[in-house]
């Protein structure tokens, strides 16, 4: 059962475009999202975080957006960037963080 | 650097053998958290423990088991490898004893059953 779905598993977006992540969930328990970013030979890292009161985080150049009644949520960056370019998790949060599959963002110039 | 040390790094093993992966938190860090990560798929949570004490448990096998020391390094041992088995298995920890908070991985060991 996969309870948070990222269903495109690859972007491609120019530099200094907008990309913009999604991401599908099915537990209404979650209380919170996360978006963590990979580059390769590393762990996982914290991006931005909302809380599910809440439809609209931004922490710079990155923006989640929450839509409850759609159990979906997307990342934004904007401007992209080369140094952008990984692979971007969405996470759902109750007592435990539920990754999803991933989605891998290549920022060309 | 997240502060998180995993070892070992790789590892090569056969099939029906056992393994331990070691994890290491950041200093002051109390919850530890294994994921495993297979190709294609994302993130598995597998078990969380936090100061010594199990307090979540994912998607993990019977065959695999874990736990946390005094020190607050944890171990996962996994038995009775199988193919399927072969992933990068990932530890995390944070300083909350839930999730509730950012957690920082470690780099990960590679697994591979042969």
């Known amino acids: 059962d996969q309870q948070v779905k990222q269903n495109s598993p690859s972007l491609s977006v120019q530099e200094g475009r907008i990309s913009i992540l999604n991401c599908d969930y099915t537990n209404s328990m979650f209380d919170y999202f996360l978006w963590y970013k990979k580059y390769p030979a590393e762990g996982p890292t914290f991006l931005i975080s909302?809380?599910?009161?809440?439809d609209k985080n931004e922490d710079g150049r990155f923006t989640v957006f929450l839509n409850k009644s759609a159990k979906h949520l997307s990342l934004h960056i904007v401007p992209s960037q080369p140094g952008d370019s990984a692979v971007y998790f969405c996470v759902g949060g109750t007592d435990k963080l539920i990754f999803g599959t991933g989605t891998r963002l290549q920022v060309f110039p | 650097d997240s502060g998180v040390t995993q070892t070992p790094k790789h590892l090569i093993t056969a099939t029906g053998q056992r393994v331990t992966l070691r994890c290491s938190p950041r200093s002051g860090d109390l919850s530890v958290y294994w994921y495993q990560q297979s190709l294609d798929q994302g993130l598995q949570f597998l078990i969380h423990?936090?100061?010594?004490?199990?307090?979540a448990k994912g998607n993990i096998l019977e065959r695999f088991s874990a736990q946390q020391f005094p020190d607050l390094h944890s171990e996962l041992n996994l038995s009775s490898l199988e193919l399927g088995d072969s992933a990068l298995y990932f530890c995390a920890s944070s300083v909350a004893p839930n999730a509730r908070d950012t957690i920082y991985f470690g780099e990960g060991s590679w697994l591979t059953v042969v």
């Open positions: 423990y936090y100061n010594g004490e199990e307090r």
């Open positions: 909302i809380s599910s009161i809440k």
